[in-house]
C-alpha cells in the first residue's frame, strides 16, 4: 500500500490562500500520477487537478488560473497552492495517487487516497 498524508487546511477569507502538501510514503512517489480531489457537504467528491510523471499539469475549469499544482519527487510531496480562494472552494480536499492510466478526472482511476484535509473559504 501507499500512504498519502494531507496538510495545510483550514479556514481563510475569500480572496486568500493556501497551500495543500500530501506527503506520501515509499521512494517510488516517481513512478505515480497525483491528484487532488475535493467534496463539499452534499455533493459528490470532484477532480480539482492532476500532475503526470511527466509534470503535464490538468485542472477543473473552475479553478484553471487560481491554483497550482506542483510535485517534488525527492521530497515525496505534492502541494496545491490556492489563491483567490472563494467560498465555493470550502471542501474537504483528498489526495490521491495512481500507478498507471491515462484518465485523470475519475475518482475510480485512482489507487491510493489520504484521509484529507479541510478548507474552508468564509465570507
Known amino acids: 500500500q501507499v500512504q498519502l498524508v494531507e496538510s495545510g487546511g483550514g479556514l481563510v477569507q475569500a480572496g486568500g490562500s493556501l497551500r495543500l502538501s500530501c506527503a506520501a510514503s515509499?521512494?517510488?512517489?516517481?513512478?505515480?500520477?497525483m491528484a487532488w480531489f475535493r467534496q463539499a457537504p452534499g455533493k459528490n467528491r470532484e477532480f480539482v487537478a492532476a500532475?503526470?510523471?511527466?509534470?503535464?499539469?490538468y485542472y477543473q475549469d473552475s479553478v484553471k488560473g487560481r491554483f497550482t499544482i506542483s510535485r517534488d519527487n525527492a521530497k515525496n510531496t505534492v502541494y496545491l497552492q490556492m489563491n483567490s480562494l472563494k467560498p465555493e472552494d470550502t471542501a474537504v480536499y483528498y489526495c490521491?495517487?495512481?500507478?498507471?492510466?491515462?484518465?485523470?478526472?475519475?475518482?475510480?482511476?485512482?489507487?491510493?487516497w489520504g484521509q484529507g484535509t479541510q478548507v474552508t473559504v468564509s465570507s
Open positions: 490521491a495517487a495512481k500507478v498507471r492510466g491515462s484518465n485523470y478526472y475519475d475518482t475510480l482511476n485512482y489507487d491510493y
Open positions: 515509499g521512494r517510488t512517489f516517481s513512478n505515480y500520477a
Open positions: 500532475i503526470r510523471r511527466s509534470e503535464i499539469t
